[in-house]
């Protein structure tokens, strides 16, 4: 039964990523629809602007299947896919940091965005530096870390419309969000490592394999 649950709440929490990657892809069209509402970023600093939707897109659409397939004959594709997931993770969060700094939200919505970018590279990056040196327990907490502020991407686009829907000023409600979209991920997967016992101190990590994904 709980594993019937598990599963269940990965496929949706799958489709919610791969809905938003999808979604969020159109502002790489030559001439994007329904973009009304980032049309500031398209204008003033397009190439930042497209290098986040790039890096989030890829991030997302990767990241959904990056903890069902570290084991088995699935590892290759773990790997493979791994590496490009970093990338774009790096990608999407120096991008963001630059829109974060030049965002005309107010210094609070620059300032929670910001802490979203630095957090997302910095666990993306020591999830990469556990797994070149060869720590996969460690390399796999840090990644779980790394998915959960991916993920900030999708509860971002809940946050919205849900206080639109209860009637908050936006110009109230946004800064509020910056953080609400990703702190609460980051404390609900702490509680899940806890719980886990996956925060416990691990064994000395293995010889370096030459892994980078």
């Known amino acids: 039964m709980q594993?019937?649950?598990?599963?269940?709440?990965?496929?949706?929490?799958?489709?919610?990523?791969?809905?938003?990657?999808?979604?969020?892809?159109?502002?790489?069209?030559?001439?994007?629809?329904?973009?009304?509402?980032?049309?500031?970023?398209?204008?003033?600093?397009?190439?930042?602007?497209?290098?986040?939707?790039?890096?989030?897109?890829?991030?997302?659409?990767?990241?959904?299947?990056?903890?069902?397939?570290?084991?088995?004959?699935?590892?290759?594709?773990?790997?493979?896919?791994?590496?490009?997931?970093?990338?774009?993770?790096?990608?999407?969060?120096?991008?963001?940091?630059?829109?974060?700094?030049?965002?005309s939200a107010g210094p609070l919505a620059g300032l929670g965005f910001g802490l979203l970018a630095l957090a997302w590279f910095a666990t993306t990056t020591l999830a990469w530096r556990k797994a070149v040196a060869g720590d996969f327990a460690q390399h796999r907490r840090w990644m779980i870390r790394s998915l959960a502020l991916t993920f900030a991407a999708v509860t971002l686009r809940i946050m919205i419309p849900l206080s639109m829907m209860n009637g908050l000023d936006f110009a109230i409600a946004y800064p509020a969000i910056a953080f609400l979209c990703w702190v609460p991920n980051l404390i609900v997967i702490e509680l899940w490592l806890r719980l886990r016992g996956w925060d416990a101190t691990p064994p000395a990590p293995r010889a370096r394999s030459g892994y980078t994904g």
């Open 3 to 103: 594993r019937v649950a598990t599963t269940t709440l990965f496929g949706l929490l799958a489709l919610m990523c791969l809905a938003v990657a999808l979604f969020s892809a159109r502002f790489l069209l030559p001439s994007p629809i329904m973009a009304e509402s980032m049309a500031t970023h398209l204008q003033a600093r397009p190439i930042i602007f497209l290098a986040h939707v790039a890096g989030g897109v890829t991030a997302l659409a990767l990241g959904a299947f990056q903890l069902v397939t570290w084991r088995g004959p699935r590892r290759a594709w773990h790997r493979m896919a791994g590496r490009v997931y970093v990338v774009a993770c790096l990608v999407g969060a120096l991008a963001g940091l630059g829109l974060a700094l030049t965002t």
